[in-house]
C-alpha cells in the first residue's frame, strides 16, 4: 500500500478544502478512495520519468485542425500530417479538448469519458503518445447543460447527483470578478426550491459545485483516466474560478488553491510522472499565484507575454516590456512559464492589468481594431463592459501598424514575435494555425457570430499539402521560418526552460536578454530590433566572435555596434 507521508498529505489536504463543512466521516472515505485509486493505478504501471529540455516544444490544436474529404478519424488525419511535417520540431502535442460537445469549440463538455466519434478514439490518442507527450484539457469549472451529469442532476440521481452549483437569493455576488458580460445566475425551480444555478461562461457550461467532494473525486479519476490512455500533460482550464464563496470576489480562493495542491501531491505518487498547467487568464500576480510554494502547478501560461510582444511591436517601444521583464521572477528546475502569443481564444487584456496604463491598453485596442479585431467583454462590478481580450489572429495582429502603415515588414515582425517567445524563459507553444501565417477567418465569424471563430480556422489536408510544397506560397514561407527558429532552438543548452534569463536594457526600440545554460557553459543573448528602422544597438566587444545563430553573416560592426535590420533578432552564442 502507499506510504504514511501519502495518507498524510491527502488527508491534510482535504481537510483544508472541506473544513468548514460537516464532512468529517465522509472524508475519511474519500481518503481511502483516492489512496486505492492511486494504488491500483501504480500496480498496474512501471515508473516513467518525464524529461523537460530545450528539446521541448508544444504544438497547440485541435484534433479536427485538419479535415480531408470524408473527415472520418481526424486525429490519424492529423497524426499522419504531423509525422510528415511537424514532429521534428514538436515533441509535444496539445490537443484542445476531444470530448463530445455541445457548444464552444469542446469546451461545453458533455462526457469526460470519451471522445468525440468525428475525431476518433481513445486507442488514437494512445498510439500518437508511443512518440510524443499529450497534453489536454481538464475541463474542470463547468459542464455542458446538455450533458449527462446535469440529466441526472435534475433526477437527484448519479453520477450528477448535487454536481452543479446552485444558490439561493441571499447568496452576494456584488465583488464577484465576472470573465463574460452575460447574466451570471439562472432561476430554477427543482426540488421544490427556488434556486440560481452558476453560469461563469455561458448558459450552456453550468458550474460544478466542489463543495460535493465527489466532484473533487470524480475528476481525479478522469485525469487517471486520461493517463491511461497517453496523457501526461494537464491543462486545468479555467482553474481560477473554481470556488466561490459568499461576499467574495468568487476567484483565486484558497480551496481552489488546495485542490490544485492535492492533484500535484496525487501526480507526484502515480508512477507515471506528469505536468500540471493552470489556465489562469489573470492580471499577473495572480496568475504567478498558481506556483504556490512550488507545490501547485508544474506549468503557468505567460499570460502577460503576447499582449505586451504584439505592443511592443506595433508600437516600437520596449519600455514596458524591459520593465516587465527584469521584474518577472525566474523559476526553479521543475517550474516553467508556458509561453505563447497565439491560442484557441484572444489575445487576453487582464494580464497586462497593471503592466500597461489605461491610456496605452486603449492605443493598443485602437489599433487592434484597424487590423481587424473583434473584441469580448466582461461585466465589472459598476456592471459596465471592459474588453476582456481581442479576437485576432496574430498574423493580422502585427500586419499593420502606426509607423509601417502599409504592413511593409509584416512578416519580420511576426517571425521576431515568434523569436523572441521561443528564446524567452520557459517552454514554447505554437498554435497550430500560427505555423502558417494564417489570417483571420471572416467566413466564418460571419456564419457563426461567435468572435473566437475568427482564430479557429480548419485547413483542408490536400489544400495545407500543396501549399507547403509551393516555396513561394505565404504558408510555406512562413512554416520554413518558424520550424527552423524551433530547430536551433532544441540544439543549444542555454534554451532549456530553466536556464537562467538576465534582462538586458539597451534602448527604447531593442529587447534584449541573456540565457546561461544550466552548466553555466553556454551563453546565448537574444537581442531584437522592435522598430521598422535599422538600429545600431551597442554591445561589448567581446560578443563579436559569437556566431549569430539565426544569421551567422549578420556580425559586429567596426565601432562596436550592431547592425539590426527592422525587426531582426540575432542569437547570439558564445558557443
Same mark, same amino acid.
Given at each position: 500500500m502507499l506510504s504514511q507521508t501519502f495518507q498524510r498529505k491527502i488527508k491534510s489536504k482535504l481537510t483544508n478544502i472541506y473544513k468548514t463543512s460537516n464532512l /468529517?466521516?465522509? *472524508? @475519511?472515505?474519500?481518503c481511502k478512495e483516492i489512496e486505492q485509486l492511486v494504488h491500483k493505478f501504480n500496480k498496474k504501471n512501471v515508473k516513467k520519468k518525464k524529461i523537460i529540455s530545450e528539446k521541448t516544444s508544444i504544438l497547440i490544436c485541435y484534433g479536427d485542425s485538419i479535415l480531408d474529404k470524408n473527415n472520418k478519424n481526424l486525429i490519424k488525419i492529423f497524426q499522419n500530417f504531423f509525422q510528415k511535417k511537424l514532429e521534428k520540431y514538436f515533441d509535444t502535442v496539445h490537443f484542445l479538448p476531444f470530448y463530445p460537445s455541445s457548444s464552444d469549440s469542446g469546451f461545453a463538455?458533455? @462526457?469526460h469519458y470519451k471522445i468525440d466519434s468525428r475525431l476518433g478514439k481513445w486507442s488514437d490518442i494512445k498510439k500518437f503518445s508511443k512518440k510524443n507527450n499529450i497534453m489536454a484539457d481538464i475541463v474542470i469549472n463547468h459542464s455542458s447543460a446538455r450533458g449527462l451529469w446535469f440529466r441526472n442532476f435534475l433526477k437527484n440521481k448519479k453520477p450528477g447527483k448535487n454536481y452543479f452549483l446552485t444558490v439561493d437569493n441571499k447568496f452576494n455576488t456584488s465583488k464577484v470578478i465576472r470573465p463574460r458580460d452575460h447574466k451570471l445566475l439562472k432561476k430554477i425551480d427543482i426540488f421544490n426550491k427556488n434556486e440560481y444555478i452558476w453560469r461563469t461562461f455561458s448558459s450552456d457550461q453550468l458550474d460544478l459545485n466542489f463543495k460535493n467532494p465527489a466532484v473533487l473525486l470524480r475528476f481525479i479519476k478522469i485525469m487517471i483516466n486520461l493517463i491511461n490512455h497517453g496523457v501526461t500533460i494537464f491543462r486545468l482550464d479555467a482553474i481560477a474560478y473554481l470556488w466561490k464563496h459568499n461576499g467574495t470576489k468568487c476567484i483565486n480562493l484558497k480551496q481552489t488553491h488546495d485542490?490544485?495542491? $492535492?492533484?500535484? #501531491?496525487?501526480? !507526484?505518487?502515480? !508512477?507515471?510522472? &506528469?505536468? #500540471?498547467? &493552470?489556465? &489562469?487568464? *489573470?492580471?499577473?500576480?495572480? !496568475?504567478?499565484s498558481y506556483f504556490g510554494k512550488n507545490d501547485e502547478a508544474n506549468w503557468i501560461y505567460n499570460f502577460s507575454l503576447p499582449p505586451l510582444l504584439i505592443y %511592443? $511591436? *506595433?508600437?516600437? +517601444? %520596449? /519600455?514596458? $516590456? +524591459?520593465?516587465w521583464s527584469k521584474k518577472l521572477p525566474s523559476l526553479k528546475e521543475g517550474n516553467s512559464y508556458l509561453n505563447f502569443i497565439a491560442s484557441h481564444d484572444g489575445i487576453g487584456m487582464r494580464p497586462i492589468e497593471g503592466i500597461l496604463n489605461n491610456e496605452t491598453i486603449n492605443n493598443l485596442l485602437n489599433r487592434l481594431k484597424k487590423n481587424g479585431s473583434k473584441f469580448s467583454?466582461?461585466?465589472?462590478? !459598476?456592471?459596465?463592459? /471592459?474588453v476582456y481580450e481581442a479576437n485576432i489572429t496574430i498574423f493580422d495582429a502585427l500586419h499593420k501598424s502606426d509607423f509601417d502603415k502599409l504592413g511593409k515588414f509584416f512578416f519580420e515582425r511576426y517571425i521576431s514575435a515568434h523569436a523572441i517567445m521561443i528564446s524567452f524563459e520557459g517552454v514554447p507553444a505554437i498554435y497550430f494555425n500560427s505555423i502558417f501565417g494564417t489570417s483571420n477567418d471572416e467566413a466564418k465569424y460571419i456564419i457563426t457570430g461567435n468572435n473566437r471563430d475568427i482564430n479557429r480556422y480548419k485547413w483542408n489536408k490536400n489544400n495545407i499539402e500543396k501549399l507547403l510544397k509551393n516555396n513561394q506560397s505565404k504558408q510555406s514561407i512562413f512554416y520554413k521560418a518558424i520550424t527552423r527558429l524551433l530547430d536551433i532552438r532544441k540544439k543549444q543548452k542555454a534554451f532549456h526552460p530553466n536556464a537562467l534569463r538576465t534582462n538586458i536594457d539597451i534602448g527604447g526600440k531593442i529587447f534584449c536578454f541573456k540565457r546561461t545554460s544550466l552548466d553555466k557553459k553556454q551563453v546565448i543573448i537574444s537581442i531584437t530590433n522592435l522598430s521598422s528602422k535599422t538600429q545600431y544597438p551597442k554591445l561589448n566587444r567581446k560578443y563579436s566572435l559569437w556566431k549569430n545563430l539565426i544569421d551567422p553573416k549578420n556580425k559586429f560592426t567596426n565601432r562596436n555596434y550592431f547592425k539590426l535590420r527592422p525587426y531582426e533578432t540575432m542569437w547570439l552564442s558564445n558557443i
Open positions: /468529517k466521516e465522509d *472524508l @475519511d472515505f474519500y463538455v458533455k @462526457d485542490i490544485i495542491k $492535492l492533484f500535484r #501531491i496525487i501526480c !507526484n505518487f502515480l !508512477n507515471v510522472k &506528469t505536468i #500540471i498547467v &493552470t489556465e &489562469t487568464n *489573470l492580471p499577473e500576480l495572480e !496568475n504567478i %511592443s $511591436l *506595433l508600437f516600437e +517601444n %520596449s /519600455k514596458y $516590456l +524591459n520593465k467583454y466582461r461585466k465589472v462590478r !459598476n456592471k459596465t463592459k /471592459k
